[in-house]
């Protein structure tokens, strides 16, 4: 029986304590009603909310789970090197290893500075573009997340229009637009941000087309800009090297986060050559940047992303879900649009504007013990099994008899509310 009364009483304490009850990705404010907002503990593929109810999470931490929560070997590599020191007057050795590691793993890269978050890797790719050019003016693709700093969160409470000043937007995959921002640029051009691919909210997934990536990287040479690919969500989740390897295109800058460690709270920005002494000569540093700990769970990740299958289990377990999901939602008279790389898949329904569909059928998962999530992409981990997928796909049959039993609902009024549904899809 699903029960929610530890939750709700962590959420009262909450309010009291902490603005909003939570900030940030981590609040479940835009999530369906009930959807838990503690936990307490996970493992493999598996999480416990605070209640005890326990899920398959297709979330994965949003991202930094890989290999499975609290993953035998990278842990006893992460506990290891804590007992022997973690965060220090300065770093270990295994910093060298683990630049030569990612350098060797991807192909663009030929130095590597580690910090705490993705947040600190895309904003210290912003200003090795800036003091490697000269230049003042980046080029970012309209509704695509880099971080929470002033230059780049998504909501404007707090920045001001000088924190935003010298960026110019386009259309992800749409070279036209891409051209006309960087023209707009003029000889200001310092650098074009891309993600590997469109993984915006609320909105279907894309991958790049190649002819995008390469005038992206023309359009770069030409001006003598830096082309920056933020890898921190599907970095190693689409390929052993950077994700636009896919496309043949190699950036100069790459930023890197959530998955490096499987959970241990390390980030990383790689780079290419010619913006090695632009690296060198920023003033970059954190006091938790240098631990070695998370960087002896890096290592062993690093090792696992090289000898494993994970890539190619994890596609073909979100290849058997969107197969089977799809095959479900005919059965029930549903349509689904399941857009983005499979193990990267981002799940909505056909003619449902208002996101009720969706959210009544997310809401019936996750009372029956399967996390999804209404209009972020989820994650698929190496700790998944076919069974998992198979059960998840019981499960969506009875979510998807819920909804249709239920008959039309409003739009979601928290969204409508907010201003958030889209009405291009
Ligand atoms: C999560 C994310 C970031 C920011 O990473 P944090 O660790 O949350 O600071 C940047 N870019 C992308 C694409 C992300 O998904």
Redesign the pocket.
């Known amino acids: 029986m699903w029960t929610n009364s530890e939750d709700k009483s962590l959420r009262e304490r909450a309010e009291a304590v902490i603005p909003g009850g939570m900030y940030g990705h981590q609040s479940v404010r835009l999530l369906p009603d009930d959807y838990p907002q503690f936990f307490e503990r996970a493992s493999g593929a598996y999480l416990w909310d605070a209640d005890g109810n326990k899920y398959i999470d297709y979330m994965c931490g949003y991202?930094p789970n890989l290999f499975g929560y609290g993953h035998e070997g990278i842990d006893a590599a992460y506990i290891a090197q804590l007992k022997k020191g973690d965060t220090m007057t300065g770093p270990s050795g295994l910093m060298v290893e683990l630049a030569e590691q990612m350098t060797s793993m991807v192909s663009h890269a030929d130095w590597a500075m580690f910090c705490k978050?993705?947040?600190d890797a895309?904003t210290m790719a912003l200003m090795i573009a800036r003091n490697f050019t000269r230049k003042k003016t980046i080029v970012l693709a309209k509704g695509a997340?880099?971080?929470?700093a002033p230059w780049c969160t998504p909501l404007k409470n707090g920045t001001t229009p000088n924190d935003r000043a010298n960026q110019i937007f386009y259309t992800y995959n749409d070279v036209e637009s891409l051209e006309a921002a960087v023209k707009e640029a003029g000889d200001d051009l310092a650098a074009i941000f891309a993600?590997p691919i469109k993984h915006d909210t609320f909105i279907d997934q894309e991958d790049p087309t190649p002819e995008y990536a390469r005038r992206a990287r023309e359009l770069c040479d030409e001006a003598g800009a830096l082309l920056v690919v933020?890898d921190?969500?599907a970095g190693f989740r689409l390929a052993r090297d950077s994700s636009w390897s896919r496309v043949g295109v190699k950036p100069d800058l790459s930023?890197w986060?959530?998955a490096i460690a499987n959970g241990h709270p390390i980030?990383a920005l790689l780079g290419a050559e010619k913006a090695r002494n632009a690296g060198a000569t920023i003033y970059a540093t954190g006091s938790y940047w240098f631990s070695a700990a998370p960087m002896a769970a890096a290592i062993e990740t690093m090792k696992l992303i090289r000898e494993t299958d994970y890539l190619e289990r994890t596609q073909a377990l979100g290849q058997r879900l969107r197969k089977g999901l799809d095959e479900a939602a005919n059965r029930n008279g549903f349509a689904l649009r399941q857009t983005g790389p499979a193990e990267l898949p981002l799940i909505m329904f056909n003619d449902d504007p208002g996101l009720s569909k969706g959210y009544a059928w997310n809401q019936a998962l996750m009372k029956r013990g399967v996390y999804f999530h209404p209009w972020h992409n989820m994650f698929i981990c190496a700790a998944m099994t076919e069974a998992d997928i198979d059960h998840t796909l019981d499960v969506a049959d009875e979510a998807f008899r819920v909804v249709r039993d239920a008959g039309p609902l409003p739009p979601v009024e928290k969204l409508a509310i907010l201003g958030i549904l889209a009405d291009d899809n």
């Open positions: 991202g978050n993705g947040t895309t997340y880099h971080g929470a993600a933020d921190v969500r930023s986060g959530k980030s």
